[in-house]
């Protein structure tokens, strides 16, 4: 089922759209509901095939980083090639909600098991990353049934999009590191759920 805003909409920075809650609301869990205008879209087209390429490479190999002809058909693939609208379609098959947490407003999706006895489980993207990298492990994990495994191994899902990445928002002052956003997803309980049960993530060299 796709999330509809239950309140007057207006559109995020990042081209979806999202409820508009009085002040009394902001800490409310509200509907979220992904859909980015076209115009987004094309602009984005614009820019990747505007970009001005270095020479190439001097060496045939990638031991000065990445080589231009695969740089260029990388660009090339995300210009002509990926189609948003499939990828948007799976995520509006998806509840999605969204909820402000030391003032910032906060993304999530949020799907239960048919198994009332599912471990409710919070489940984190990377930096850079997306909740599109967990779209793949929802139906495993919420009807393990379907998949060779048994009601005993189903679980409630909570996949938020971190601080200033995807339907986030993005934060205005220092300090949303690793440390504090594991603080934010700590919290022992969500609503109409048991403790959240957190799995493990290493994190990069370049996020320590």
Not at 72 to 96: F, G, I, N, V
Not at 168 to 191: F, N, Q, R, V, Y
Request: negative net charge; hydrophobic residues 35%; contains cysteine.
């Amino acid at each position: 089922m796709s999330a509809v805003a239950s309140q007057p909409t207006a559109t995020a920075g990042n081209g979806a759209v999202k409820s508009s809650p009085t002040a009394a609301e902001d800490r409310s869990i509200r509907p979220f509901s992904v859909d980015v205008p076209e115009d987004a879209l094309a602009d984005l087209r614009e820019r990747i095939l505007a970009t001005r390429w270095p020479e190439k490479e001097t060496v045939e190999d990638q031991s000065q980083g990445p080589r231009l002809a695969t740089m260029q058909a990388l660009a090339r693939y995300w210009a002509e090639e990926y189609d948003w609208r499939e990828c948007e379609e799976r995520l509006k098959a998806l509840p999605h909600f969204i909820t402000e947490i030391d003032g910032l407003d906060i993304h999530f999706i949020h799907v239960r098991s048919q198994h009332e006895d599912a471990l409710p489980l919070i489940v984190l993207h990377g930096w850079p990353g997306s909740v599109i990298e967990q779209l793949k492990i929802i139906d495993p994990l919420t009807n393990p049934t379907a998949h060779g495994a048994s009601a005993s191994d189903a679980f409630h899902l909570v996949i938020p999009s971190m601080p200033g990445y995807g339907f986030s928002g993005k934060p205005t002052t220092t300090g949303w590191g690793p440390k504090h956003i594991a603080c934010l997803c700590g919290a022992d309980e969500a609503p109409g759920l048991r403790p959240l049960r957190r799995p493990g993530r290493r994190l990069g060299r370049a996020n320590r």
